[in-house]
Nanobody
Framework: QVQLVESGGGLVQAGGSLRLSCAAS????????MGWYRQAPGKQRELVAG???????RYADGVKGRFSISRDNAKNTVYLQMNSLKPEDTAVYYC???????????????????WGQGTQVTVSS
């Protein structure tokens, strides 16, 4: 069973920083793209940042220059460094990964979309 576990959310003042982590565990053959989404109350879930298997990042316009996504393939972990946080960054942040599970005999078992449980980020003004 593959799962994603996030950590690092919390309460911070405007202008502060937080670093989110998301570790994938279980029977994994390979991890393709990974990313972070967020959902504020009353709003739809939106992409914050994504990163390919070879480390190419992309960002939503509202976080460019403030957020940085990275990954450690040896640890099956993706990070989101958030600087210069604003009250409008307040949301539940979700980790997402495109993962190929490993079968019991060691081969790939297709590709599936996995989500973490979410971590709350609150930025006070």
């Amino acid at each position: 069973q593959v799962q994603l576990v996030e950590s690092g959310g919390g309460l911070v003042q405007a202008g502060g920083s937080l670093r989110l982590s998301c570790a994938a565990s279980g029977s994994i053959f390979s991890i393709n793209a990974m990313g972070w989404y967020r959902q504020a109350p009353g709003k739809q879930r939106e992409l914050v940042a994504g990163i390919t298997s070879v480390g190419s990042p992309r960002y939503a316009d509202g976080v460019k220059g403030r957020f940085s996504i990275s990954r450690d393939n040896a640890k099956n972990t993706v990070y989101l460094q958030m600087n210069s946080l604003k009250p409008e960054d307040t949301a539940v942040y979700y980790c997402n990964a495109d993962i190929s599970p490993r079968t019991w005999y060691g081969s790939s078992q297709g590709r599936y979309d996995y989500w973490g449980q979410g971590t709350q980020v609150t930025v006070s003004s």
